[in-house]
């Protein structure tokens, strides 16, 4: 399948995940007023719908060849912004953003070509990464990660699971390139130590790792894997990596 169809496809779910966590919260959780500290899940649906409504527009920034428009110098700081913002809108308001961002994204990825979204270098800003893999970033995992932590804080496991292990599926057909198939494997890996899987945790990490190296040195100190990195099944992992 080409490209451009399977990141249609992979936005399309993306939504789906999100219209799912909304239509499974109980009245009590549709009406709790969160705080900037501790998101309500209409907090958390607000941000999803912002980023990716700024996401849709700097799709439209690459379609003209500009540069995306620069939203944040620190990434706290806009979140604060975003929290802000949306806090006192009603939950109608905050969908009916999302979805018409949503479908802005795809209606952009369609219009580009095969060649504009697998090019690595077509715009100073990708900085050697194909815009595809911007696309995946921005709106397939930043709100899988947000809901996955959604579920596991509210004792809803085996859906994080299935989050997880679905978009790792989903994604490896995107490439067979060792840094790709690497880089979602260490995300799984992730995601097994934040909800206290250990053991497969490491054995995910050691498939990670063994396809992408680089990822060594980052995993010593991502506060993702901190569960596992006094075992001596990851320290002798990544001894001398």
Known sequence: MAIKAQLVDLLQRAHEEVQTFVAGLSDEERAAVG??????????????????????????????????????????????????RYHDRPWAEVLDVLAHAQAESVEHVQAMTEAALLDTSRYPWQQGRALWRLIVGNEYLHPLAHLT?????HGQAEQAARLQETAAQSLAVL????????????????????SGQKELAIATLTEALRLNPGLAGWSRQDPDLASIREEPAYRALVEGA
Do not use: M
């Open 35 to 84: 705080t900037l500290e501790h998101w309500s899940a209409k907090d958390l649906a607000a941000h999803l719908a912002e980023w990716q409504a700024r996401s849709a527009q700097s799709l439209a920034a690459a379609r003209r060849g500009e540069p995306p428009p620069r939203y944040y110098h620190d990434i706290d700081q806009a979140n604060a912004e975003i929290f802000a």
């Open 175 to 194: 490439s067979d390139a060792p840094d790709w198939q690497g880089l979602i494997r260490y995300n799984l890996a992730c995601f097994y130590a934040l």
């Open 149 to 153: 932590q959604w579920y596991v804080e």
